[in-house]
């Protein structure tokens, strides 16, 4: 998995969300009891977490902020915080991984 298909996996996913207003992002992913903000938040942790230990710092929580628009900037923010990092690709792989996997619910 090259930093070009992570690339490509936020970028799908910003176009996705990129649009939304406030009750969209409000509203419950699919299947799920969750609304659309806190799992892309989550995501977004997720890809923080992996970041910071390519990075062999400490973990850190990314700040839930109160406007759920700016949850696309933070997602890209963290990937580029993953790719300088330098990661082997298979942390690549499950970043995209999870990043497709939301997608899939929103």
């Known amino acids: 998995m090259s930093a ?4 490509r ?4 996913l910003v176009r996705q969300v990129g649009h939304w207003e406030q009750p969209r992002w409000s509203a419950a992913a699919e299947g799920g009891n969750v609304s659309r903000a806190a799992l892309v ?3 977004v942790q997720e890809i923080a977490n992996l970041a910071a ?3 062999g710092e400490p973990r ?6 109160d406007n759920d628009l700016v949850l696309p900037d933070q ?4 990937a580029a915080d993953l790719r300088a990092a330098g990661p082997p690709d298979a942390v ?13 619910v929103l």
């Open 53 to 55: 230990d390519a990075e």
């Open 41 to 43: 938040h989550k995501l």
């Open 4 to 7: 070009v298909e992570l690339d």
């Open 9 to 12: 996996a936020v970028e799908l």
């Open 60 to 65: 850190r929580d990314v700040p839930r902020l």
């Open 92 to 104: 690549l792989a499950r970043a995209a991984e999870a990043i497709t996997a939301t997608r899939s």
């Open 75 to 78: 997602l890209r923010v963290v």
